[in-house]
């Protein structure tokens, strides 16, 4: 049974004398066998190695265009994410704040308590992008003099721990500083690394200094940001310089 197939073609493709003896096509057969069955084994070995080639070729191309599919669903997906983001910066990055008249009034009243330098947190609501100024959040300071007012840090901390476990953020850092007229508002070198210090931390803050005699600049260290005020007795000075125009 194991040179069957070899006999086979030799019986079908080999010539043979009619009427030679067993003994000699016997022979002839063990003779030709012994040529052609390594030979065939050889062409079985490589007619299986070309299909097992063509298989693995085929699984390739499979996996190819399977990769292919996936990096196509991935760069159609990188490219939405994308969109969006364009279409999320541009609302992030306008910043609109809303006051109301009647808050600053109050503000401006608790800012001038005394001599002294006060300062303080202010939070409110995001009103679908909106952010409002109308919550005032104290805390203790630990020095201050006419030109000069620093927050206690434990404190400080402690009114933004408070905020974030409410469900609110930072919105604003009010403070007063001495003198009268627009040009006592304009902040100085330690307002700006303060009010850079909340921009790295994420807070949408702004910077609010108020002068003696109600006059208020709105700041920021890079941010671009609008100040809507609604209400009356506000007056509108230059670019975000405010003045209120009520004061008792």
């Known amino acids: 049974m194991k040179y069957l197939p070899i006999m086979q073609i030799i019986h079908r493709f080999s010539p043979s004398k009619k009427g030679s003896p067993r003994k000699e096509q016997a022979a002839l057969i063990r003779q030709n066998n012994n040529v052609l069955h390594p030979n065939m084994i050889a062409l079985a070995d490589l007619d299986r190695s ?3 080639i063509t298989m693995i070729f085929n699984n390739r191309k499979q996996e190819m265009l399977l990769w292919s599919e996936c990096l196509k669903s991935l760069t159609e997906l990188s490219q939405k994410v994308a969109g969006s983001m364009q279409v999320i910066e541009p609302a992030q990055a306008t910043n609109r704040y809303l006051v109301g008249s009647i808050f600053l009034y109050d503000a401006f009243e608790r800012l001038n308590r005394g001599p002294e330098e006060h300062l303080f947190f202010v939070s409110g ?11 005032i959040c104290e805390f203790k300071v630990e020095s201050a003099s006419r030109c000069h007012a620093r927050g206690d840090i434990g404190s400080s901390h402690l009114s933004l721990i408070n905020l974030d476990n409410r469900g609110y953020r930072l919105h604003g850092l009010f403070h007063k500083h ?47 940001f609008t100040i809507n005020i609604h209400g009356k007795g506000v007056d509108h000075v230059e670019d975000e310089t405010f003045h209120l125009t009520e004061l008792r």
Do not use: C, V
């Open 125 to 135: 609501l995001n009103a679908g992008g909106m952010l409002t100024l109308d919550h």
């Open 50 to 52: 070309n299909q097992i």
């Open 178 to 224: 001495p003198g009268t007229g627009a040009g006592a508002t304009f902040p100085s070198i330690i307002d700006m690394r303060t009010q850079e210090r909340m921009e790295r931390g994420g807070y949408p803050a702004i910077g609010a200094i108020f002068s003696e005699d109600g006059y208020i600049r709105f700041f920021s260290a890079k941010r671009e």
